[in-house]
C-alpha cells in the first residue's frame, strides 16, 4: 500500500488576520500620508481595541511616529524611517521564502515607494 499524497494547499487569507499581517497594514498604510486612528479603523476594518494595541505597538518599537493636533484632539499617525525598514525586510522575506517568483509586484512597488 502506498502512502496518500500530500497535495499542496493555496493559501488563502481569511477573516481573520494575524497581528503581523495587521501591523503590515498600518504601516502601509501611513507611508505616504499621515492618518488618524479613525481613517485606519474604517479602512483597514479593525475594531478599536485591536488599533489602539497595534498602534501602541507601532509607537513603542519607533516604527510609527504620533504627530499631534491637540487643538483638534485628533491624532495622527506616520510612519518612520524605521517602520520602511521594517516592510522592506518583511517584503525580503515573504519573496525570498513563500512566493515561487523571484520579486513580487507589491515589493517591487514598495522598493520603488523607498
Not at 520602511?84 to 512566493?99: D, G, I, M, P, S
Amino acid at each position: 500500500m502506498t502512502p496518500p499524497t500530500i497535495r499542496p494547499r493555496e493559501w488563502t487569507p481569511g477573516p481573520r488576520r494575524t497581528k503581523y499581517e495587521r501591523w503590515v497594514e498600518l504601516l502601509e498604510a501611513c507611508i505616504w500620508e499621515s492618518r488618524t486612528q479613525s481613517w485606519l479603523m474604517r479602512h483597514l476594518g479593525l475594531k478599536t481595541q485591536m488599533i489602539k494595541e497595534d498602534i501602541q505597538f507601532l509607537l513603542d518599537a519607533g516604527l510609527f511616529e504620533q504627530i499631534d493636533a491637540p487643538e483638534a484632539g485628533i491624532y495622527v499617525f506616520k510612519t518612520t524611517e524605521k517602520g520602511r525598514e521594517a516592510l522592506n525586510q518583511f517584503y525580503k522575506l515573504v519573496t525570498q521564502f513563500f512566493t515561487s517568483e523571484p520579486t513580487s509586484k507589491r515589493h517591487a512597488a514598495f522598493l520603488l515607494m523607498s
